[in-house]
């Protein structure tokens, strides 16, 4: 399957540019998924590689193949061979399930005797093969977007693009529907750029995750540099549940540096490849703070406090407690009930990411996070 390469794609619409000069690879083989709040840019994007939209500059490759590069190449959707899926499922009422995924092959004049074994054999790979005979209405909303799925594959497609596939699904059922796409991607290893505004979902599909921002890429990585190793607050605060508290670094050597934290006393020394000193935002996740059994001193750890607890939830696998320090609200998450009242925490300084301050993303800063 072919890679994808797009190169400094901008797209404006009459009163606002969509994209600015956004380049991504995809990786042969690979689900990746373009990550961000609404209106990002995510559906343009895949608008974009699609031939749905025409950006007005840049250029995109598909495998060898140019095809489009603005103002020279612009290869109309159907010669992408790109198989698209979207929200809405738009598989046609009027057809069964087997008419519904052989159209495509119809179109390009497959014989029908072909056409019918293809059919058979993608309604199986999407677990569909007993209802060809069905129609729309006698399926569930994931069956339904399961056949949107196999219509997408039935002419197989160079490149999978999926818009928001699974966001009509109740939540039991995205979720078997994600581990599902998985599952079929390990078999048809088809490329495949997914398009979602939902973190877990992303975590959960992705090789690799675009988190986008205002038309532009903020960072690219597998799911565990994404939510463990954020390259910039907004991707912190995103991805995932961040503590963002203000603080100084008062010392830096390039590979730690002394971060004055409010409310924690003594600075800690946090690994930090950055030498600049100043304001920061320090970044922890709820689940990496500990919390310690009542009445242990350790008031001389760095890092420690002892807290009023503001507020406490029971949500099933996890308690969720929050204290404040130096005046912001923190989110503590533990699998064991803790105390009442008062609870000690730590801020593991390993845990602790720092962010210099920055206003808005720079063409700079935007590259430099892009690997
Ligand atoms: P969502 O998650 O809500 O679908 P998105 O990240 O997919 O959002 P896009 O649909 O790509 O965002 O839209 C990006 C920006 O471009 C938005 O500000 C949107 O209003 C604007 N936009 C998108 N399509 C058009 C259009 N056809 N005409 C004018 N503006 C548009």
Request: proline share 6%.
């Amino acid at each position: 399957m072919p890679s994808l390469h797009l190169n400094g794609i901008t797209k404006r619409f009459t009163q606002h540019t969509a994209l600015h000069d956004l380049s991504l690879t995809v990786q042969d083989g690979e689900i990746f998924t373009l990550l961000g709040p609404s209106g990002c840019g995510k559906s343009t994007t895949l608008w974009s590689i699609a031939g749905l939209h025409q950006p007005d500059a840049g250029s995109i490759t598909l495998g060898d193949r140019v095809v489009f590069d603005h103002g020279r190449v612009n290869l109309e959707p159907e010669h992408r061979n790109c198989g698209v899926v979207f929200q809405s499922y738009a598989i046609w009422p009027h057809m069964s399930v087997a008419e519904n995924v052989g159209y495509p092959l119809k179109l390009r004049k497959t014989p029908k005797a072909q056409r019918d074994r293809r059919v058979q054999e993608v309604l199986e790979l999407v677990e569909l093969g007993r209802h060809a005979g069905r129609y729309p209405h006698e399926l569930s909303g994931g069956q339904q977007q399961r056949v949107a799925l196999a219509r997408a594959l039935a002419h197989p497609p160079d490149m999978l693009l999926l818009d928001e596939p699974f966001s009509n699904l109740d939540a039991k059922l995205r979720d078997r529907s994600r581990q599902w796409l998985k599952t079929l991607q390990t078999q048809v290893a088809v490329t495949t750029v997914f398009v979602t505004h939902d973190q877990d979902e992303a975590l959960s599909v992705s090789d690799r995750i675009a988190v986008m921002d205002r038309g532009r890429v903020r960072q690219v990585g597998t799911p565990t540099e994404i939510y463990d190793h954020p390259a910039d607050l907004f991707v912190a605060d995103f991805v995932g549940t961040a503590n963002i508290l203000p603080g100084e670094v008062v010392q830096a050597d390039g590979t730690h540096a002394l971060v004055r934290v409010e409310g924690l006393g003594e600075p800690l020394k946090v690994p930090h490849s950055d030498k600049r000193l100043g304001p920061v935002r320090i970044s922890i996740r709820p689940e990496s703070i500990a919390i310690h059994r009542a009445g242990r001193d350790l008031s001389a750890n760095p890092g420690t406090l002892t807290a009023k607890v503001d507020n406490q939830a029971y949500l099933g696998d996890h308690y969720r407690y929050t204290v404040r320090i130096g005046g912001t609200p923190v989110i503590v998450t533990t699998t064991r009930p803790a105390a009442t009242g008062e609870l000690t925490v730590s801020l593991p300084p390993e845990d602790i990411r720092v962010f210099h301050e920055e206003a808005h993303p720079t063409e700079e800063n935007h590259h430099a996070s892009v690997h």
